[in-house]
């Protein structure tokens, strides 16, 4: 296993092609904007060190016979499907952000499963090759990211009826050594933190677009591949240096997003995992975004349990902790909170094994999580908004805090009960703000909504997996009904 440093060493020797802000940037790694993403990343590798997490953080792998990170591992019971979501709860909790690792995990295990099925029924060496480049990522502790959703241009048109053909990811090119690649993949979480990328197709493709049923690993920061970094709301606050770190309310850690573009993007044929085999490409995005589901199902719980404490010390602060209607709110919040994690452990709990030996969530459990938490965060956030009063938008800024005037007025005016500073007060309602409409609402609030499939996918498969004929005929049988 890495150590965190050890990670960002090697993110040092990568060589991204990013922009943003309309400037090419040259170190990812301690830009303000780009470096609370990788805090995130990093503590994901540090956490495995720690003793106290041992259980939760860290696995056997049956690949390396060694000791992994449970961020590469290959899910081999539901027992290991339920600690997942408990990982993920926890890294929410240290973090209260999305810190970006998991969309490998989910990915792996469904690449590492969907190739079996593959090789097994078509004679093709996919699995063979997924295998062998991941034992060294679970060996060598690489970042691995994931790259599922195209740009999509018109969405009533398919793939290859697009007018720019770009506009999903496909092969332009197959060559005696590899295949040349072209499109783009959008909401990239984490991107220039990662060492690798594996990228697969975004939904089911048809037969006649061939071109378009693609899956390939690739190094993160090979000569083809353009980034362009994601702006989130507030995101300047991080360049306006330390006196404002008040001011960006969770200034170690946050997400990151960016769009990545393939430019004629080489890859040599040992990374390929897909190459046409368009019945495949439904089952793979289908498997990824059902794992993903459940994954919500934990770290949304974790980075919701830092917004409920956020908005209990705000009502200390304020001196309304005993209200009757402060403390309902709270329990209304914990309930909702609850019932996200629930549903992540109960579709690992109601797991089962998969033909390569890996385990795959209940279907229909994991994307009743997701639904949910297209929903409960937006409640927590209302009540926690609520709770914390319109402050949370009118306060005036850090560095008119540390003005020996202005600041002077702060104090004196934000005060709340005894004992409690203006200046904690102000840390704890910038906190909130950052959660609810500062950077920190990208990971809690929309990405609740889109990321791992919006809610409508989640339909699609809830009408496919809640079998409502069964329901039928148990109340024709109850009721004596006979046709
Ligand atoms: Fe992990 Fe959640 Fe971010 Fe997905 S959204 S990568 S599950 S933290
Ligand atoms: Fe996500």
Redesign the pocket.
Known sequence: MKTGAQYEETLREMNFKLYMFGEEIKNTVDHPIIRPSLN?TKLCYDMAFDPEYEDLMTAVSPLTGGKINRFTHLVASTEDLIKKVKM?RL??QK?S??????????ACNAVYSITYEMDQAMGTEYHKRFKKFYTRVQAEDIYLQLGVTDPKGDRSLAQNKQADPDLYTHIVERRADGIIVRGAKCHM??ATNSNWLLVMPTSAVKPDARDYAIAFVTPSDAEGIVYVYGRQSCDTRKTEGPDSAIDCGNPTYG?QESLMVFDNLFVPWEYVLMDGETEWAGPMVERFATY?RQ??G???A??GDCVIGAAALIAEYNGVANKSHIKDKLVEMTHLNEVLYQGGIAAGAEGYELPAGTYMVDMLLANCTKLNVTRFPYEICRMAEEIAGGVLVTLPSSKDLAHPVAGEWMKEMFQGVSGASAEDRIRCLRFLECMLYGTGST?YRC?SMH??GSPQAQKIQITRYGNIDKKKDLVKRLAGIEN
């Open positions: 995130a993920q890294m929410g973090t952000c999305c810190y970006q690792r998991c969309g490998m995990l989910d979480t984490g997400g993903h994954s919500y934990g770290c949304k974790g980075v990971g990405e990321g791992a």
